[in-house]
């Protein structure tokens, strides 16, 4: 996920809305601005293995709302410093176990607050460290595990792309130097992961969901394949299991016969971006859909109208007005 340059760029969504559904965006920064204020909640102590995602999710929101500096850089900085390896991973928080789920978290937050030269000093040689733990996790058929335990996802593989992608050790950002990975293997793995339906799972042969189309159409355009794999005809099928998310609600499901989820806002909307058909779902009862899972009094949004706010689905909620362009949202770039 990358923000274009300015707010409010780009078309309002088509038609109109009810006067009452407009996002309560200085609802949402007070939320987020409020989640670590709350260490006397139980909670909050439950929750602790989701909390450099926390940081990473409520930074995005913040910086998609034009509000980047709505939390405080340094306290940031010198959190995710805490949950660094001398191996180059992250944890989720001080004291967990590296994954690259989190190290890719920690990479994006650290290249939104600018924080690099602070990770420097912390460990001499940090990109390339970072950059190692991560490539060190590719099985050799071209998987990737998400930690030293050895469980492989595509979201794993997709993390570790996209992490080294922002560290600039992809390998044909260095084609002078010997390849990190194997890209060819994890393409091919990720190919083999796509269903005669023409959307992707978990591994090959795994039933297609929303959010492994997600991980394998982003790695396969952050290796430059997307197009030459799918083609017209395959986006075309791709496309049409996409848009079959879209409930008469207007709100989006991530496989067949489910619930609609405001994340998948973002899994699905997404999607349709890179493979350019993001027009074959309805932007209105989409954004409507959306602004009726907010909480107007107190800010955040839920995953359904009338359920409780989590920062999860507040940003991905925000993600999916941003991509229908939202009047007011920075854009999301997700080509």
């Not at 607050?113 to 990770?119: H, I, K, P, T």
């Not at 050895?150 to 792309?161: C, H, K, M, P, V």
């Not at 079959?244 to 709100?251: I, K, N, T, W």
């Amino acid at each position: 996920m990358s923000l274009a340059a300015g707010p409010g760029r780009g078309r309002v969504v088509e038609g109109q809305l009810p006067d009452e559904l407009t996002l309560v965006a200085e609802k949402h920064i007070a939320y987020i601005q409020s989640l670590d204020t709350r260490k006397d909640e139980l909670e909050y102590h439950l929750t602790e293995h989701l909390r450099i995602g926390g940081i990473y999710w409520g930074l995005t929101a913040l910086h998609l709302l034009g509000r980047p500096d709505a939390l405080p850089r340094q306290g940031i900085i010198d959190y995710v410093l805490k949950c660094l390896h001398d191996t180059g991973g992250f944890g989720a928080a001080p004291g967990h176990d590296a994954h690259i789920l989190y190290t890719g978290y920690s990479v994006q937050i650290l290249t939104m607050v600018n924080g690099f030269a602070e990770l420097e000093e912390k460990m001499p040689n940090s990109k390339c460290k970072v950059a190692s733990f991560a490539a060190s996790l590719q099985q050799a058929d071209g998987r990737f595990a998400g930690d030293e335990w050895g469980e492989t996802d595509t979201r794993f593989l997709f993390s570790a792309f996209y992490t080294l992608s922002l560290l600039g050790y992809m390998p044909h950002q260095r084609p002078e130097e010997t390849p990190l990975i194997d890209v060819k293997a994890a393409t091919a793995h990720i190919k083999a992961c796509q269903n005669f339906d023409g959307a992707f799972g978990v591994a090959p042969g795994a039933e297609s969901h929303s959010g492994q189309v997600f991980t394998c159409c982003g790695a396969l355009a952050i290796a430059g394949e997307l197009d030459s794999h799918l083609g017209e005809a395959g986006k075309d099928r791709l496309g049409a299991w996409l848009s079959e998310r879209q409930l008469p609600s207007g709100g989006l499901n991530g496989r067949p016969e489910k619930l609609v989820d405001v994340c998948y806002s973002w899994w699905v909307v997404s999607s349709l971006a890179m493979i350019d058909r993001l027009h074959w779902i309805d932007k209105q009862k989409l954004t409507a859909f959306i602004l009726q899972c907010q909480d107007p009094e107190e800010g955040g949004i839920a995953d359904r109208p009338g359920d409780m706010v989590d920062v999860f689905h507040t940003v991905f909620g925000i993600a999916g007005l941003s991509l229908v362009r939202y009047p007011g949202l920075f854009e999301v770039d997700a080509t």
